[in-house]
């Protein structure tokens, strides 16, 4: 539980760094259709150039039993839609920042309840409507919250 807890806790730190990032991109960008496509798939080639570079390093890069493993167990077709997953996620994500910037983010806490709802379906994770009114009211405060901030206090 402690080792979920830390790695879950890094990768709430980690998303909120790159949303920052994508929140302070230069409002001439963020204003063009074009732009944001362009410039957020170039952010996502040097990711992957960052990427392919760590394949490189000793102990946590790539090895031939490791990407044995992969090969049996990961399908390319797979692979190929997880990154084309991930491009229209982050397409959308900075769509979405454009458009409606904090109420916007909380509506992709939404994606809270759908992996609740996944992990009880195919997974046999046990939720309770606790649970459920407990997210739901997550969402729905944080969106009330920055509407009350960028409607009332400008």
Same mark, same amino acid.
């Not at 409002?27 to 798939?41: A, C, E, H, N, T």
């Given at each position: 539980?402690?080792?979920?807890?830390?790695?879950?806790? !890094?990768?709430?730190?980690?998303?909120?760094?790159?949303?920052?990032?994508?929140?302070?991109?230069?409002?001439?960008?963020?204003? $063009?259709?074009?732009?944001?496509?362009? *410039?957020?798939?170039?952010?996502?080639? &040097?990711?992957?150039?960052?990427?392919?570079?760590?394949?490189?390093?000793?102990? +946590?890069? %790539? $090895? @031939?039993?490791?990407?044995?493993? %992969?090969?049996? @167990?990961?399908?390319?077709?797979? +692979?190929?839609?997880?990154? &084309?997953?991930?491009?229209? *996620?982050? #397409?959308?994500?900075?769509?979405?920042?454009?458009?409606?910037? !904090?109420?916007?983010? !909380?509506?992709? @806490?939404?994606? +809270? #309840?759908?992996?609740?709802?996944? @992990?009880?379906?195919?997974?046999?994770?046990?939720?309770?409507?606790?649970?459920?009114?407990?997210?739901? #009211?997550?969402?729905? #405060?944080?969106?009330?919250?920055?509407?009350?901030?960028?409607? *009332?206090?400008?």
């Amino acid at each position: 539980m402690i080792e979920a807890l830390l790695w879950g806790t !890094a990768c709430a730190i980690g998303t909120s760094i790159w949303n920052l990032f994508l929140i302070n991109t230069p409002k001439k960008i963020l204003g $063009d259709v074009k732009l944001k496509s362009i *410039y957020l798939r170039i952010l996502l080639i &040097f990711a992957g150039i960052f990427s392919l570079i760590t394949l490189l390093i000793p102990k +946590i890069g %790539i $090895d @031939n039993k490791s990407l044995l493993k %992969i090969r049996k @167990n990961v399908s390319l077709v797979y +692979i190929l839609l997880a990154a &084309f997953s991930l491009l229209f *996620y982050q #397409l959308l994500l900075i769509y979405a920042f454009s458009a409606g910037g !904090a109420v916007a983010v !909380a509506l992709v @806490n939404l994606n +809270i #309840l759908i992996m609740v709802a996944y @992990n009880a379906y195919f997974h046999g994770d046990k939720t309770d409507l606790t649970e459920w009114i407990l997210l739901l #009211l997550l969402v729905v #405060l944080t969106i009330g919250i920055n509407y009350y901030k960028h409607t *009332y206090l400008k």
